[in-house]
């Protein structure tokens, strides 16, 4: 079955800076890659989402890229806000098993 | 509705005692979702309902946990003689069809066995 090994498990940035979280998927048949930010004591939110038909998109300071050889994506946040501390997940998921397996999740912290 | 609610958003319980633990999806959502959450970890993989089709469990961890949902909406997630280490946040989700569909999930419910 599908595996999702997610990096770092903390990152702390300053205010201002960029942060980059990566995922890598095993199952070659994934084909849509969401990322839910989870504020301390709130459920999982969707932020952004990719299918495997592109290779980034961007939403505001936010990003996504994917890179279908190298099963790999990663979530992009530019110009880091104190807000965007949480705990950030990825998931991978495909249209046949339409099962989402999520990774272990990234605790960002933006130090103000 | 205006959400996927969960109950109840906190169990207490003693060990070898069963319990239920309640899912209302979103309406017209006929994909459905476990997950569980221990302490500072990710979202564990429990079980997935897709309309009348067969659920998929292979994420289940043992034979003490079952879900049923009635009536393709309602879900059930059941946990058997509750085990110390069962203690952990359980999370509905519920979405479109597809598996390439944004998931709306539930607050939560807070499972502490003693």
């Known amino acids: 079955g599908e595996n999702v090994e997610q990096h770092p498990s903390t990152l702390s940035v300053q205010e201002g800076d960029s942060a980059v979280i990566k995922c890598t998927y095993s199952?070659?048949?994934?084909?849509?890659f969401p990322w839910y930010k989870q504020e301390l004591g709130k459920r999982p939110q969707l932020i952004i989402d990719?299918?495997?038909?592109?290779g980034e998109k961007k939403d505001q300071r936010i990003a996504v890229t994917l890179n279908k050889t190298a099963k790999h994506f990663s979530l992009h946040i530019t110009e880091t806000q104190p807000e965007d501390s949480a705990v950030y997940f990825c998931?991978?998921?495909?249209?046949?098993?339409?099962?989402?397996?999520f990774g272990t999740g990234t605790r960002l912290k933006v130090l103000a | 509705g205006a959400g996927v609610s969960q109950s109840p958003s906190n169990k207490v319980t003693e060990k070898g005692k069963d319990v239920e633990l309640r899912c209302d999806p979103i309406?017209?959502?006929?994909?459905l979702y476990w997950y569980r959450q221990s302490l500072g970890q990710g979202l564990e993989f429990l079980i997935y309902?897709?309309?009348?089709?067969?659920?998929?469990k292979s994420g289940l961890p043992s034979d003490r946990f079952s879900a049923e949902r009635t009536g393709g909406s309602v879900s059930t997630l059941t946990i058997q003689r509750t085990q110390q280490e069962d203690s952990a946040v359980y999370l509905c989700?519920?979405?479109?069809?597809?598996?390439?569909?944004?998931?709306?999930f539930g607050s939560g419910t807070q499972l502490s066995v003693l």
């Open positions: 989700a519920s979405s479109q069809p597809g598996g390439t569909e944004k998931l709306f």
């Open positions: 199952d070659s048949a994934s084909n849509y």
């Open positions: 990719i299918r495997s038909n592109v």
């Open positions: 998931a991978a998921s495909d249209a046949g098993t339409y099962k989402y397996i």
């Open positions: 309406s017209g959502h006929t994909a």
């Open positions: 309902f897709q309309g009348n089709s067969a659920p998929d």
